[in-house]
């Protein structure tokens, strides 16, 4: 995880993800609850032939089925026939599996501009994988070896669990990596309070969707209030300051203000907006590539008819 000074987004949203996937919530589905991992029938119900519609606002999903769709990545990337488990990280993977992946997606989801944000989902995807493997590691902490191979997760075959304690866990690089994670988070300030909805929805119904999406300051108090004030001195004291900024120069971009209240954006986390999204974006970096991505959409729409 970057050293930041908020927690990202996306984390946030995978915890929340997992949580209703533990509590076996659907809000899409009436039936009554039972036990096992696909409490939710939507997408799996879908006819042959029938995709759900989703909107693309940030580089992902939003507005009715963007829990559906992230609850189905989640299940991809947790499902060893679909996303392997013996790799020490995404990268590894095989792109034939990517693929395989990526039409799982399909299958069931569709958008004006789907294929357009094939990167952009399978990165979705990475972070929904990288979060779960982090969640198995939960397991293994503070118990004996032994106990450890024996307690095998639910949906995990015992081989790999063994393999994943003792190729990856117990490495040299994956414990270091993790004693750093561990000092970052807990130099972490300014919590979203969010709830349920992730901040690219919050800015889209603010305005987004219609293009004219809120200032920062705007941005920053609607993500970190609780009861409609800002807790945290910390949070208060930055808020001040994007405040300040703009009133001196109201013209700034929210990626400018980010970048002179904070430090130049060049990760994937873009403070106060979560994941998904990068400096380049909101720069317009990506305008560039729009034309050619268009033709490349079309090219590909009209071969199956050719």
Request: charged residues 30%; contains cysteine.
């Amino acid at each position: 995880m970057e050293d930041d000074l908020t927690l990202p987004q996306d984390e946030v949203e995978v915890m929340q993800e997992t949580q209703r996937s533990k509590a076996g919530s659907c809000e899409f589905d009436k039936i009554k609850k039972v036990r096992g991992p696909n409490l939710c029938k939507v997408v799996t119900g879908l006819k042959p032939g029938e995709k759900l519609r989703v909107t693309f606002y940030h580089n992902r999903v939003v507005e009715d089925n963007h829990a559906l769709f992230s609850r189905h990545l989640g299940s991809l990337v947790s499902d060893r026939n679909m996303c392997p488990l013996r790799v020490h990280s995404w990268t590894d993977i095989e792109e034939a599996k990517l693929e395989h992946m990526w039409g799982a997606v399909t299958e069931k989801f569709d958008s004006d501009d789907m294929i357009g944000h094939r990167d952009h989902v399978l990165k979705h995807m990475r972070r929904l994988w990288n979060n779960w493997k982090g969640s198995l590691h939960m397991n293994v902490k503070s118990k004996p070896l032994r106990e450890v191979l024996k307690d095998v997760p639910e949906g995990v075959d015992k081989s790999d669990w063994e393999w994943l304690v003792k190729e990856h866990f117990l490495s040299k690089k994956f414990k270091e990596t993790s004693t750093r994670n561990a000092m970052n988070r807990s130099k972490l300030s300014m919590p979203h309070h969010t709830g349920s909805k992730t901040i690219r929805e919050i800015i889209y119904e603010l305005g987004g969707k219609h293009g004219n999406p809120p200032d920062m300051a705007t941005i920053f108090f609607e993500t970190r209030k609780k009861d409609n004030k800002l807790l945290e001195p910390e949070t208060n004291q930055k808020y001040e300051e994007i405040q300040e900024l703009l009133q001196v120069e109201p013209s700034l971009t929210n990626i400018e203000v980010v970048e002179r209240c904070f430090r130049p954006q060049s990760k994937s986390h873009i403070v106060g907006f979560g994941g998904g999204i990068t400096s380049k974006d909101l720069k317009g970096g990506s305008s560039a590539k729009a034309a050619p991505l268009e033709q490349l959409n079309v090219s590909r729409k009209e071969k199956p008819a050719l």
